[in-house]
């Protein structure tokens, strides 16, 4: 029993580190139908920003949490900059922008190669990050664990929030549901993809922050994710916060209970196994937009 | 009137080819294809650039079957390094058993498998490869029959575009996680390698070497021979409409599940054949050879030489090979920028890769003319 259940904790909290890369990725392959494979370079740049202020601010904790706003920054705006350059220029051609983005992640890739060279590099914890909690006899979850479920749980809240409540997140639903509809109506569909990009890319640095806890920051740091990331979006349905939300902590239970049962490896082949499994049954993902076009 | 009129005899047929130069256009390409690779090449090079120009020409194999896939179906497929690693392994466990049978010992196991030491007998889905006709036929066959099973479930669900390309990724990715894990019956990391000989020849004969050098130069040309034949049968204009408008293909009464199938497959067995050949000449397969990265590099090479353009794809598969081995040794830094810049401008401004520059240019230099004319 106590194996199960904290079998089920590691992979609700394997589900919540791919739940915080999933939610960029949901707004801008989701929402706006564009897949930026540079989005792991986003997850790597808010790593990185992590152990930048770190080493300028000294405590751990401080810089961790001062490391959230600005990762987000960081990230956000090397996204608005990737989608004011190439992206907007290829809107049309959703699967050359798969190729294109792959080509500036390689780019990322070596630039932080050359600035903090190639081995991993490691953040300190804050020490109350460091422990674990016992719930009881046999189980104790990490506080970390505990930290990147919390932080998971509370991006989606805000991202919800924002989509639901404020005029910025009605325009984005507009422009998702109806382009033209939405350009005739007089919004700047235009400024509104940008800001997309720069939440969705902006969620991607606060994620690097995350997983700096789990695991060491390096120039493929970001590779390691993307592929988990995407297959999330696709189960989940386009565009779908609730269908990533689910699916991202399914999988991840999904896979830890697998990787107990059998060996990593195993694991990750038998998922992508149940994936285009589940692909037969819904096609489109868990929960899907209705509409009439045929596409 | 008589311009309203219906036609009374039916319109001639288009000629196409009127200038002996047209006429003689791919059959007089396909010749200088062979003197420059059977003929001229082999007597400049040295065997140290003979065999890396083998090497080129196995993934320029790849890129036939992605010209095929991609270019002309618009499957973005992002895990050839899947079927190429079929291939090769189906290929790389034939040698390492036969090496292993010419030790001469009854039941003597693979060097690699006494190294990470199992220490027991074969493991079952290895002994079959023993067999070379099974093994050879596996080479193509093996990753056809698995692009057609993943084919025939996510094309008949209607899985396209951005699914298709990441869930191949996604194969990809999980083949080669699959392969390191199971080091003791792959050989892990290090793949398969310490090749000794092939079919009863000496590998490191150079002589030898050579002729593997013929085999794959033949066999890329006969690829090309038999992809130009699909372009232009009936097949390649179905295959065109269905990436160019699925819905209308599927109105007009096809099945388009199944002309992507047959394009994905038979791009399958490409890579799968170019896997086998590696081996060989290259005397290693291993994860690295075939995961996410490798996966996406046989599509950039299409993609910079024209993607459409079966010329253009191998030549640009080859021109990104050569360019990554020169200068990824001089420069390895500047390199990677490189090619992420190639692909961006490439992909991002130049769709149809340096095969449609030409066009590009000439199209250009028309509307300036007309635009001063105007």
Redesign the interface.
């Known amino acids: 029993m106590t194996v199960i259940l904290n079998q089920s904790f590691t992979g609700i909290s394997i589900g919540a580190v791919l739940l915080l890369i999933a939610l960029g990725l949901t707004l801008t392959?989701g929402q706006m139908?564009v897949?930026n494979m540079a989005h792991g370079e986003f997850i790597m740049a808010g790593a990185y920003t992590t152990y930048v202020l770190q080493k300028a601010i000294s405590g751990a904790g401080v810089s961790l949490l001062v490391a959230l706003p600005v990762a987000f920054l960081v990230a956000g705006a090397m996204g608005a900059l990737l989608e004011w350059l190439?992206i907007r220029?290829?809107y049309t051609?959703?699967?050359?922008t798969?190729?294109?983005t792959?080509?500036?992640?390689?780019?990322l890739?070596?630039l932080a190669?050359?600035i903090f060279g190639a081995p991993n590099v490691q953040t300190r914890a804050p020490d109350i990050l460091t422990g674990n909690i016992a719930v009881a006899e046999g189980i104790s979850l990490a506080n970390s664990r505990l930290f990147i479920l919390g932080l998971a749980l509370l991006s989606v809240l805000a991202l919800t929030l924002v989509l639901r409540f404020t005029p910025l997140g009605r325009r984005i639903r507009a422009v998702v549901q109806n382009r033209d509809l939405a350009e005739v109506s007089g919004i700047a569909t235009g400024r509104v993809d940008r800001m997309t990009f720069f939440i969705g890319s902006g969620l991607a640095g606060v994620a690097g922050v995350a997983i700096t806890l789990v695991g060491p920051i390096g120039p493929t740091t970001g590779?390691n994710y993307i592929?988990d990331a995407?297959?999330v979006v696709?189960v989940g349905g386009i565009g779908q916060l609730k269908g990533s939300v689910i699916t991202a902590f399914v999988l991840g239970v999904l896979q830890s209970v697998l990787e107990y049962s059998t060996?990593?490896?195993?694991a990750?082949?038998i998922v992508?196994v149940a994936?285009?499994a589940f692909?037969?049954w819904r096609?489109q993902g868990l929960y899907t937009l209705r509409t009439r076009s045929?596409? | 009137m008589t311009t309203t009129s219906a036609p009374t005899t039916p319109a001639p047929e288009v000629t196409k080819a009127t200038s002996p130069l047209t006429r003689f256009r791919v059959p007089g390409g396909f010749a200088l294809g062979a003197v420059l690779l059977l003929g001229i090449a082999p007597l400049a090079l040295t065997d140290f650039r003979l065999a890396l120009l083998a090497k080129y020409l196995c993934w320029a194999m790849v890129a036939v079957g992605v010209s095929l896939a991609w270019g002309r179906g618009?499957l973005?497929v992002?895990g050839q390094g899947v079927f190429f690693g079929l291939g090769g392994y189906a290929m790389a466990m034939h040698l390492k058993l036969a090496d292993a049978a010419d030790t001469g010992i009854p039941g003597a196991l693979p060097d690699f498998m006494q190294l990470y030491g199992t220490g027991e007998a074969l493991p079952w889905w290895w002994k079959p490869f023993g067999n070379p006709a099974f093994a050879l036929a596996a080479t193509v066959l093996l990753p056809m029959a698995v692009a057609a099973v993943?084919g025939f479930?996510?094309f008949r669900?209607?899985?396209r575009?951005?699914?298709f390309?990441?869930?191949s990724?996604?194969?990809a990715?999980?083949?080669a996680?699959?392969?390191?894990?199971?080091q003791a019956t792959t050989g892990g990391t290090n793949g398969l390698t310490d090749f000794q000989g092939f079919f009863g020849y000496d590998l490191d004969d150079p002589a030898n070497q050579r002729t593997v050098y013929f085999v794959i130069a033949v066999s890329l040309l006969l690829l090309m021979a038999a992809a130009r034949q699909l372009f232009v049968s009936r097949y390649g204009e179905l295959l065109i409409a269905v990436r160019d408008s699925e819905?209308r293909v599927r109105f007009l009464g096809y099945d388009p599940a199944n002309v992507k199938l047959v394009a994905y497959v038979v791009a399958a067995g490409m890579a799968g054949l170019a896997g086998a050949l590696f081996v060989p000449a290259v005397g290693i397969i291993s994860p690295a050879l075939i995961g996410?990265?490798p996966s996406?590099g046989f599509?950039?090479g299409a993609?910079v030489g024209g993607r459409a353009s079966l010329v253009g794809a191998v030549l640009g598969a080859i021109a990104v090979a050569w360019a990554q081995s020169t200068l990824s040794d001089a420069f390895p830094?500047a390199w990677?920028?490189l090619?992420?810049?190639?692909?961006?401008v490439a992909?991002?401004f130049l769709?149809g890769g340096l095969a449609s520059l030409g066009a590009v240019i000439r199209r250009n230099r028309i509307r300036t003319r007309s635009g001063e004319a105007a």
Do not use: C
Not at chain 1, 93 to 96: V, Y
Not at chain 1, 102 to 107: D, E, K, N, R
Not at chain 2, 177 to 182: E, K, T
């Open positions: 392959f139908g897949i190439l220029r290829l051609r959703p699967l050359d798969l190729l294109v792959w080509g500036v992640s390689l780019m890739q070596q190669r050359d590779t592929v995407f297959l696709v060996t990593v490896s195993v990750k082949v992508l994936i285009v692909l037969q096609p045929l596409a | 618009g973005l992002l993943l479930f996510v669900r209607r899985v575009g951005a699914y390309a990441i869930l990724q996604a194969l990715a999980a083949l996680i699959w392969l390191v894990g199971q819905e996410v990265v996406i599509v950039i993609a830094g990677t920028y090619q992420g810049l190639l692909f961006v992909v991002g769709p």
